[in-house]
């Protein structure tokens, strides 16, 4: 019941949005009849008879350790590989993507594919895959060493199969999405090429994020000159300051609908001291704020701060804010009824993809291209659970209905 509201909230937020701009919904560029061609099952073939190749090249990726900021043998890995598929143009660029240019004509649009090098685990640097089944185990498996092996391997079956592609395509494999899109955000702002599309690989298979989420809230420190348990009656604690600023901002009041409101904040991090016997010194919290509506999260954001300044006075202890904002909310009005959205939709239900859920919600790269104004989109790259945990799993069958999905995207561009 739970999931039939939430999409009958999407599908009226994806009508209100169109109604407001006087857009009408475009067509999707899918046909069953697409995938009977002798073309598409010689795609489908191929990455069948390489499975046992796939699942071992997947492995063999995942195990080297690319934590943000250490990316760069993945990326060196990537660019021989986008070398050895006969791709026109490859090489590392000066943040450290690997980056594969695949050139159609120049009636034809320029599309960004794009799939992080990074993961979420600093310090993890050795890792052994678990196969169990249709489940491999091990941190990084899925976020987003999946949407890599689904890039590659979707490149490979193309050439396999003779494609000559009308649309130019740049397939990107970037640093520092974990960290705030530092990658993708770099590349587009290196270039003056102006881009018709960006699909940006990463989460699960099924979502479909075509609006960029509003990053806010940040780290939020308290100081006081500290003393001994003893001599401590009187003395400004920054620990208190921490539990009471906490408290009140887990009572801001924040929308949850209707969807073009959501609102969500979450307390990450919290720390302070550095023994038990004395009173600290620094203390500090960490918020995540996110938002579909920038001036929503312009309020809450608003809020955390003033709560902050305000708890500091109360403690007579210092403040420091380092805040988060550099990724603001933005939607691009009529994306849901794009064409591109309605494809990849149309494409998930033909492949019978379960739980397909179109959103606004994005906190992926393809923020960074609706942040600049370029139709874009999310794709899901497997099913898989214990995300940015050192138990992640990643389902294989769903990677292989992924990379059908990725390929009759861009056979439907063509």
């Avoid at 060493?145 to 391997?153: G, K, Q, R």
């Avoid at 050439?159 to 970037?174: E, W």
């Avoid at 993809?353 to 104004?373: C, F």
């Avoid at 990379?403 to 995207?409: G, S, T, V």
Wanted: with cysteine; charged share 25%.
């Amino acid at each position: 019941m739970k999931k039939y509201i939430r999409f009958i909230c999407l599908t009226l937020f994806s009508l209100l949005i169109l109604s407001s701009t006087g857009l009408q919904a475009e067509e999707s560029l899918f046909n069953p009849e697409m995938v009977n061609t002798s073309f598409v099952q010689k795609l489908f073939s191929f990455i069948e008879k390489n499975r046992e190749k796939v699942i071992k090249e997947w492995i063999f990726l995942t195990e080297i350790p690319a934590p943000s900021g250490y990316e760069h043998k993945r990326a060196n890995y990537m660019k021989k590989q986008f070398e050895a598929a006969g791709l026109d143009e490859a090489y590392v660029d000066s943040s450290g993507n690997a980056v594969g240019i695949w050139k159609g004509s120049s009636q034809g649009k320029k599309i960004i594919i794009s799939a992080h090098l990074d993961t979420v685990f600093q310090g993890v640097w050795e890792i052994k895959v678990k196969r169990e089944g249709n489940i491999l185990k091990a941190p990084g498996i899925g976020d987003d060493t999946a949407s890599l092996i689904n890039l590659l391997w979707s490149i490979r079956a193309l050439k396999q199969a003779g494609f000559k592609p009308r649309n130019t395509y740049y397939f990107l494999d970037t640093v520092g999405e974990e960290t705030g899109f530092v990658g993708l955000r770099a590349f587009l702002d290196s270039t003056k090429k102006k881009f018709d599309l960006v699909i940006a690989l990463d989460g699960d298979l099924g979502g479909v994020q075509y609006g960029a989420l509003g990053f806010g809230g940040g780290k939020f420190v308290f100081r006081g000159p500290g003393a001994h348990t003893i001599q401590s009656l009187g003395i400004p604690n920054p620990n208190l300051a921490v539990a009471k600023a906490v408290e009140r901002i887990c009572k801001i009041e924040l929308p949850s609908s209707p969807l073009e409101k959501w609102t969500i904040l979450n307390i990450g991090m919290i720390g302070g001291g550095r023994v038990r016997n004395a009173v600290s010194q620094e203390s500090y919290f960490t918020v995540d704020l996110r938002s579909v509506d920038q001036e929503e999260l312009e309020r809450a954001q608003a809020e955390v701060m003033r709560i902050c300044r305000e708890v500091a006075e109360e403690e007579g202890v210092k403040l420091e804010m380092t805040l988060n904002e550099d990724s603001k909310a933005y939607q691009i009005p009529g994306a849901r009824g794009s064409f591109l959205v309605r494809t990849v939709v149309d494409i998930l239900e033909f492949l019978q993809v379960r739980d397909i859920e179109a959103n606004p919600l994005g906190s992926t790269e393809a923020n960074v291209g609706i942040e600049k104004g370029i139709l874009s989109v999310n794709l899901g790259r497997t099913y898989g659970r214990y995300k940015h945990t050192l138990r992640e799993e990643a389902e294989i069958d769903g990677l292989f209905i992924a990379m059908k999905q990725i390929l009759l995207l861009v056979y439907c561009l063509q």
